[in-house]
């Protein structure tokens, strides 16, 4: 009896052991959370890692910007859309992308991080920008800033090509006066319009006959402008220099934040004379009688009465009756008249775009 008495105290004592230990790492426990029992902190920390996982969703969407013609697109698309590379610059790269849910290819440019401006700069400019329409200009269509700082703005894609794969394909249609009057006004009123049809004028700061692409009827439509703008200083200079190396540059521009009107004049200048004469706009291999850049060769042509070299063959192909020749003949000459002041060495003697488009819209009455 007594073993079973003292068993029994002994057990009593135990457990009076076990629920005052038990009581004491209760009591421990909640003073050190703030009296919530641990199993709550799990809850609470599941929760807090649901509302930041809904956060992150959330940021993500916001990082993506849709403008007219690109509500369409979302991030998934274009993060996982089959790509193709179709160019490289040191600053970016542009992709052929299919967006799987909605079935349309897009013009997706990469800006590399190290390359882009400071952030607040960058949302304005690109807020800015999507708001262009015209139907001269590439729209952006949207924009999307991803997690380690890159970029990537949304066109449409054009599947005729560049106006500078037009003019060396060797296609008659071209060539003809008509072609080259129609190509030359339609960049002029995309032009126009960024420098007069906007709040503020938008300097374009990279025209050049690869920066203007065919739409389906043919129609020219200006991209790239305003790029620089998107660019840190560094950057934006490189793509000057890749201008002045294809003889687009404006003799008095030597920094791209100092680009104007007139150096935009200047580059649309240049792309009249490339429409005209089937040029490009620099010839590595200069025979005696022509010069390193495309107007110095002009007017070397001008002054040496050798008028022949300053049109492509076909531009003076008879194509009507004796007096319609002669009116295409004058209206021709006209042309290269405004193309050469466009590329006058003085800024102050180039006309401004509203002339230009006037005397063009003048040549096709």
């Known amino acids: 009896m007594k073993h079973t008495h003292l068993m029994k105290l002994l057990l009593a004592s135990s457990s009076a052991a076990v629920l005052l230990v038990l009581a004491l790492t209760l009591l421990f426990c909640l003073r050190r959370r703030g009296g919530k029992p641990q199993c709550d902190d799990v809850e609470v920390e599941q929760q807090e890692k649901k509302q930041s996982g809904e956060t992150a969703a959330a940021a993500a969407t916001e990082d993506l910007v849709r403008f007219q013609g690109g509500q369409e697109l979302t991030v998934t ?24 849910r909605s079935n349309c ?20 400019v690109v807020q800015l ?45 071209c060539h003809k006066w008509t072609t080259i009057h129609r190509l030359s006004i339609g960049i002029a009123r995309g032009l126009d319009h960024l420098h007069t049809g906007l709040q503020k004028p938008v300097i374009h700061g990279n025209l050049k006959s690869k920066n203007v692409v065919l739409d389906r009827s043919g129609s020219p439509c200006v991209s790239d402008f305003g790029l ?29 934040k100092d680009a104007s009107e ?52 076909d531009v003076l192909v008879d194509s009507g009756s004796e007096s319609e020749n002669s009116v295409r003949e004058e209206c021709i ?19 401004n775009i509203k002339q230009v488009v006037c005397k063009l819209e003048e040549m096709g009455r």
Do not use: W
Request: with cysteine; proline share 9%; net charge neutral.
């Open 77 to 100: 698309d274009i993060l996982d859309a089959p790509g193709e590379v179709i160019g490289k610059s040191n600053y970016g790269t542009l992709y052929k992308a299919l967006l799987q």
């Open 105 to 124: 290819v897009r013009l997706l440019r990469f800006l590399r991080p190290v390359c882009t401006a400071r952030v607040k700069e960058f949302g304005d």
């Open 129 to 173: 920008l999507g708001c262009i329409r015209h139907p001269n200009l590439v729209p952006l269509l949207g924009f999307y800033a991803g997690p380690r700082g890159e970029k990537l703005l949304v066109h449409p894609f054009f599947r005729r090509g560049n106006l500078a794969r037009f003019i060396r394909d060797g296609n008659a249609e």
């Open 228 to 256: 620089h703008l998107l660019l840190n200083p560094t950057a934006a200079q490189e793509m000057l220099e890749t201008s002045a190396a294809e003889g687009y540059k404006a003799p008095e521009l030597i920094k791209m």
């Open 262 to 313: 007139e150096t935009d004049i200047y580059s649309l200048g240049i792309v009249l004379l490339e429409l005209l004469s089937g040029r490009e706009p620099v010839n590595p291999n200069p025979t005696p009688d022509e010069d390193f850049y495309l107007p110095t060769s002009m007017r070397n042509a001008v002054l040496d009465r050798r008028i022949a070299d300053i049109y492509h063959p």
């Open 333 to 351: 000459f006209k042309f290269f008249q405004l193309a050469m002041s466009c590329c006058s060495p003085s800024p102050s003697l180039r006309p």
